[in-house]
């Protein structure tokens, strides 16, 4: 794999949930109330007992604590980073119903998981090889997650993924106030030492194909998420060097060593383009990079907006301008300043956008176009048995299986698009039903 580099801009972030203490952790976990058929549990996508790890913080059992969270997410640490808490677990919690401030969940699983990584403290072994050898694409959280799974019950597991880099999105996708590039990784080494192979450089499409791993395995498991940024349909758009893809710009800004992205500093005004969570992340990480002057188009109404509200007004606050009901219509280049022009829209009875005739324009010297990620449908929709469904890959909702037998997928090439939580508890849904079937199939 290849190795990050220390000198990423991505470290600038300040970290916006600093860890607790030991004093802080043992108080804030004596508050929670440890409740019969907790709605916590029930609103976390793995499903964690959160009573139970929370009783043991504030017992002073806190190894204890970590191999519960654990046992149900094993990233337990990535997951209490970039978790959406105030939708999941948080959100959940019978303290909102009281008017008090939930328990802060997250923080308590971050200061369990570190404790437990910090000491070195390993919980699982592989088992007993069982001579079932299973495929996985992609190696995100979802693949990774399954591939624990099938470790721990003996199964042979290879990960086949098209970059150098593990993790997927979880390395190279989240916002770096949540969390950064090497949390994901090492959390990703401590499930590679249970003995998960990986191959890097290998592209499904490409130098590898399903009928190949069908045969040469007993199960596939597909955890491909989803494909490059979607491109704006704006004529000269393509070849503008300063007009970017922003889940392509924030993997740089994570990944690449500074120096590749100097010219950032002459970046004094940025456009995003879009209304969900990767155009509020992008625009609070300009806003983190020192960019003065950051603004989000969006074609509808702020009440129309995919992404969080609590990410947008935390945008707001951090001085973001969106500009609501605009979409840009034309680009033009001189030398590193684009002129953009935006136009009003219109929103007809039906829900249609249509373009009005007010314009406006805006110079910026950099655009990133957040309006989503391209689907997966074309390049594995050949396969027999696998069917799509408004460009998820239809599975079963039990154990993950896709209309062919032997292939199993997960993560957001199954869901849409999720969090890094529904990625785990898809993957290991799979890796049971796979288990599963070696032992009764
Ligand atoms: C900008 C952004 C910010 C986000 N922030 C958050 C957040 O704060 N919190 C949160 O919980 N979630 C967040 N998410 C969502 C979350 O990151 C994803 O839901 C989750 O990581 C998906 O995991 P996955 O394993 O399904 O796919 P991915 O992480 O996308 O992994 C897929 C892997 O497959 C590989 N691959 C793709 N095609 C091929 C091929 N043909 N052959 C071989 N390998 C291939 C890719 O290189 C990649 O490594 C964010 C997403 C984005 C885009
Ligand atoms: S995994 Fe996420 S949703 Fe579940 S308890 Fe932990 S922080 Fe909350
Ligand atoms: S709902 Fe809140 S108080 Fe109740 S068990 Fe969960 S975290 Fe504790």
Redo the contacts with the bound molecule.
């Keep these: 794999m290849k190795k990050l580099s220390t000198e990423r801009l991505e470290t600038q972030f300040a970290d916006f949930k600093p860890r607790l203490n030991a004093v802080e952790a043992t108080e804030e976990a004596n508050r929670c109330i440890n409740c019969f058929d907790a709605p916590c549990i029930k609103a976390c996508p793995t499903g964690i007992d959160i009573p139970k790890f929370i009783r043991r913080i504030g017992a002073g059992h806190v190894e204890g604590a970590a191999k519960t969270i654990l046992d149900s997410n094993v990233f337990g640490l990535s ?1 209490a980073e ?3 808490v105030e939708l999941l677990c948080e959100g959940g919690c019978v303290y909102n119903k009281l008017n008090h401030k939930p328990i802060t969940i997250g923080k308590l699983q971050r200061f369990a998981i570190e404790h437990a990584y910090d000491h070195g403290i390993e919980f699982y072994k592989a088992g007993k090889p069982s001579g079932r050898k299973v495929a996985l ?7 990774f997650a399954a591939a624990h799974e099938l470790r721990l019950h003996g199964h042979e597991t290879t990960i ?4 150098e880099l593990a ?4 390395t190279n ?3 770096p106030y ?1 969390m950064r590039a090497d949390t994901s990784l090492r959390e990703i080494e401590r499930i590679m030492n249970l003995g998960v192979q990986v191959k890097y450089g ?4 490409r130098n ?1 194909t399903v009928d190949e791993l069908l045969t040469s395995h007993d199960a596939v498991f597909l ?4 494909g490059p940024d979607s491109r704006l349909d704006v004529a000269g758009v393509d070849k503008n060097p300063r007009v970017l893809g ?2 392509d710009f ?1 993997a740089r800004m994570k990944l690449a060593p500074k120096a590749e992205l100097a010219w950032l500093k002459d970046v004094h005004v940025a456009l995003v383009v879009g209304g969900g ?2 155009a509020l ?1 992008a625009c609070r990480e300009l806003r983190g990079l020192g960019v003065k002057h950051v603004v989000v188009s969006y074609r509808r109404g702020e009440e129309d907006m995919s992404g969080y509200k609590h990410e947008f007004k935390w945008a707001r606050q951090e001085g973001v301008d969106f500009w609501f009901g605009t979409l840009p219509t034309a680009f033009e280049a001189t030398g590193n300043t684009q002129k953009v022009t935006l136009t009003r829209t219109k929103v007809d009875a039906q829900g249609k956008v249509a373009l009005g005739t007010e314009k406006m324009t805006l110079d910026t010297q950099l655009v990133l176009v957040a309006t989503g ?1 391209a689907k ?1 449908e074309s ?1 594995l929709s050949k396969t027999p048995g696998l069917k799509f469904e408004k460009g998820k890959l239809v599975v079963d909702a039990k154990t993950g299986r896709t209309g062919n037998a032997k292939i199993f997928a ?4 199954a869901n849409g ?7 785990v508890a898809e993957g290991k849904r799979a890796a049971r039903a796979i288990h599963e079937g070696f032992t009764h199939g």
């Design positions: 997951c970039c978790c959406p694409v992609g190696a995100g959280a979802a693949s086949f993924e098209k970059s993790g997927g999105l979880n996708g989240i916002a949540k290998m592209e499904l499409g590898l955890g491909l998420g989803l922003a889940v924030i969570n990767t992340d990620q997966l390049l997960g993560g957001d090439l698009g999720m969090e890094v939580v529904n990625a």
